[in-house]
């Protein structure tokens, strides 16, 4: 199965739940955006990283690399593996110089070891396909943000009320503001009517 590279594209506040974050990947060579909902303490690890800030004490991601390289282990690869019931799955692909194993990970704690280890982070069609949102250029077939907004506040559970050209439109609207948390409720909802 062909891989597909990914880098992240950013990080916000999830508004839907309390004390998690959403994560997002973009493609390297394209225009699909992967948004995973992640813990504080992971984000925070990888916003760190992200930032090159140093800490007094190292952070249980830090003990992990200083760990793996004392005893000559390297991370060449993340792999973002499995996409089910809404929950990633994640591998590392580790190697010792004479032997390669895989390990199961939380995408998150994946995600926040990639860094440290400066290797790349991949995944499958499959998984975008289930679980990405497609970044538009051209919105102009679009109804207007006005219009969009004219209309109730939506809650997770009203998007079953909606035509499928309405909850696309709405889809692109919400890729289009990097409201990805959104965006990802409405792909959910047009994928359970496919």
């Given amino acids: 199965m062909e891989k597909i590279r990914l880098e992240i594209i950013g990080m916000s506040y999830s508004q839907s739940q309390s004390g998690a974050y959403a994560l997002i990947l973009g493609e390297k060579e394209g225009k699909r955006r992967l948004p995973i909902i992640i813990g504080g303490f992971e984000a925070q690890s990888i916003a760190i990283e992200l930032e090159k800030i140093k800490t007094p004490r190292p952070l249980t991601h830090d003990l992990f690399k200083t760990f793996a390289e004392a005893y000559n ?80 506040v939506m809650e997770e559970t009203s998007y079953s009320e909606y035509s499928l050209e309405e909850l696309t439109q709405m889809l692109h609207s919400a890729v289009e503001k990097e409201e990805y948390e959104k965006a990802s409720r409405i792909r959910d909802e047009i994928k359970k009517r496919n």
């Fill in 73 to 152: 282990i390297h991370i060449s690869e993340v792999i973002i593996s499995k996409f089910s019931e809404g929950v990633f799955y994640a591998v590392l692909v580790c190697s010792n110089g004479k032997k390669q194993l895989e390990i199961d990970s939380r995408t998150s704690d994946a995600i926040a070891l990639a860094l440290r280890f400066g290797c790349p982070v991949y995944t499958y069609e499959s998984i975008m396909v289930a679980a990405g949102i497609m970044m538009e250029e051209d919105p102009e077939n679009l109804k207007s943000d006005e219009t969009m907004e004219q209309g109730p």
